[in-house]
């Protein structure tokens, strides 16, 4: 095998097993920190053999076989380490010296509880929002550093800090490496779920930069929604996340031009939608109303992201079902921006005029002051009702707000079509 090829060989093969590498040894040496700089240095010694004899039939469990080796040796150096490093130490020392080392093993022990817990300690609500969002990209999706800070516009050392800083918390709060139990697994999940779904989001709809879309990130948070639904299989908000981004994404492809300009819901191509993916989420959402009791947030939107999926053509969308599923939403999950979603649907459904009242009605919540999206709604809403020119000041101001490029360049431009006459409309 070429150099070249072994080294996609093992990038490939960093993707798919880091998470699960370095949830088995921080099973062992209970410290996320250590786990990862031993996976890591597993990963240098791939970079040092395998171009040489060759990348091995079971690469995960030769980079776990090889982390253990090492994390026995650090074990024995290290005699300032906590007891319960000795005892771990001791006990995989043991262990290797009296059988047959079992590569398969290696590798699968656990290796469903071990993820779980991965998951939890790495959007612990303890790390803020930004770590949790580093930390589990590093840990769960294998990305590096310099792929995190491309991927959300902020420098590299911003970044590194940030996995610092976060690993260094959960030692120091001494975190426990284990699932939450009882009344603690909802809102250890909760938080898991908003780090995923904000992995997606940003991938979806980039809130900065040149690119309307990263579908990178997508991928990544489907990934990890994915591998998550598996995990817990009798949690609906899950099968209602996952069914949200798998239909979300199932758009990806017609929502942008042959520039990179985004293209609004309602003018795209459904011949481009995803139906594989679209089939996916929809069947996740029926897995999360099985389940039964009342439905949860993702859930919701999940089914308001099927009223899309379900119709052939935009005229044939049922936005009065929309309108009430964001009703629906308000009351277990309120927020301004619900209601501005809401003010669309039923701007929809219902006539612009109506739509506009809602939209109105939130120009004096402070936390959409800097809120782009809301002088965009309303612009929308009043370009149906002629009133021309204030739209076009409206689409000014959201121009003005938004940090992503290519937004910009869409609302300006629907601003200069005010002047013409009615411009396109729908949501994004």
Partial sequence: ???????????????????????????????????????????????????????????????????????????????????????????MEVEQETSAPDLDAAIDDDVGDDLLRLVFISCHPILSTEARVALTLRLLGGLSTEEIARAFLVPEPTIAQRIVRAKRTLAKE?????????????????????????????????????????????EDALRLGRILAELVPLEAEVHGLVALMEIQASRSGARLGPAGEPILLLDQNRARWDQVLIRRGLAALERAEALGGARGPYSLQAAIAACHARARTAAETDWARIAALYQELA??????????????????????????????????????????????????????????????????????????????????????????????????
């Fill in 1 to 91: 095998m070429a150099a070249s090829d072994t080294q996609r060989a093992i990038d490939a093969v960093w993707r798919i097993e880091s998470a699960r590498l370095i949830a088995g040894l921080t099973r062992m040496v209970r410290d996320v920190g250590l786990a990862e700089e031993l996976a890591q240095e597993s990963l240098v010694a791939a970079l040092e053999r395998w171009p040489e004899t060759g990348v091995p039939e079971n690469p995960g469990a030769w980079l776990m076989a090889t982390a253990k080796h090492r994390a026995i040796d650090l074990l024995r150096r290290n005699k300032r380490l906590e007891r319960k490093h000795q005892e771990v130490g001791q006990e």
């Fill in 174 to 218: 001494r975190v426990p490496f284990e699932v939450p139990r009882g009344v603690d697994l909802a809102a250890r999940l909760s938080s898991v779920l908003e780090v995923v779904y904000l992995i997606f989001n940003e991938g979806y709809s980039a809130t900065a930069g040149d690119d309307w879309m990263r579908p990178a990130l997508c």
């Fill in 331 to 428: 009351q277990i999950s309120p927020s301004p921006v619900v209601e501005l979603n809401r003010a669309v649907a039923v701007g929809m459904a219902f006539g612009p005029a109506a739509g506009l009242a809602l939209a109105d009605a939130l120009t004096s919540e402070p936390s959409l002051k800097r809120y782009h999206l809301l002088p965009s709604v309303r612009g929308d809403l009043l370009a149906k009702l002629d009133r021309l020119d204030e739209a076009r000041l409206e689409f000014e101001r959201a121009a003005s707000l938004t940090r992503n490029a290519r937004e910009r360049q869409l609302l300006l431009e629907r601003a200069a079509a005010c002047a013409a006459g009615p411009t396109p409309s729908g949501p994004p």
